[in-house]
């Protein structure tokens, strides 16, 4: 009686083959990472072009200025704009709607009553530039230079202003220029010359 021959593997054979699976996952887990973390870099620069638009067709629409700031808390019922270390931004009708003309319309600051369009946190670290903690525009759309008003905005996850190869940057650079459209700046040169990222 002949005895059939077994299929499958031995013990070994199945190690080895954990073990080039283990060595392979090693070497690419890495490259996933860094594809997530710019695939959130990449979201929240759009997020932000997208606010910008926002604040801008806002202001249009409702023939009044509209502002967009940093915020220590974004969510809370009644945010407000922050200067130094935040989180994310807000995005207001910077006009208390009163019906009366005073010190709290168009001043570049969210006042109490005025309307938050949209509150934002952000996943990295937003740094505006040194002159401004916030982005103003008028009911034309143009950017406003009310005291306090920036210009540009830098993204930065924890790998700072990284060279990801051919001088593509890890952060993102934002600069709105003076008809209040934004652009996105991605190389490493633009992002130091846009300040760079914050330092620690």
Request: hydrophobic share 45%; aromatic share 6%; with cysteine.
């Amino acid at each position: 009686m002949d005895r059939k021959a077994q299929i499958g593997f031995t013990l070994i054979e199945l190690m080895i083959t954990l073990v080039v699976l283990a060595v392979v996952a090693s070497l690419a887990f890495p490259t996933f990472v860094d594809a997530g973390r710019n695939g959130r870099m990449v979201s929240n620069a759009n997020d932000f072009v997208a606010a910008v638009h926002g604040a801008r067709a806002e202001a249009v629409k409702r023939r009044v200025a509209t502002g967009i700031c940093s915020s220590n808390d974004p969510l809370a019922a009644d945010p407000v704009c922050a200067v130094g270390s935040f989180n994310g931004y807000i995005v207001f009708v910077d006009d208390n709607e009163n019906g009366a003309a005073d010190a709290t319309d168009g001043n570049g600051v969210r006042d109490a009553g005025e309307t938050v369009l949209l509150a934002r946190e952000a996943e990295d670290r937003l740094t505006f530039n040194a002159d401004g903690r916030l982005m103003s525009f008028g009911s034309s759309g143009f950017r406003r230079n009310v005291p306090g008003a920036a210009t540009r905005l830098v993204l930065c996850d924890q790998r700072g202003n990284e060279d990801l190869g051919a001088g593509a940057s890890a952060a993102r650079a934002i600069t709105v220029n003076a008809a209040g459209r934004p652009q996105v700046l991605r190389t490493t040169a633009d992002v130091t010359a846009q300040g760079g990222c914050w330092s620690g």
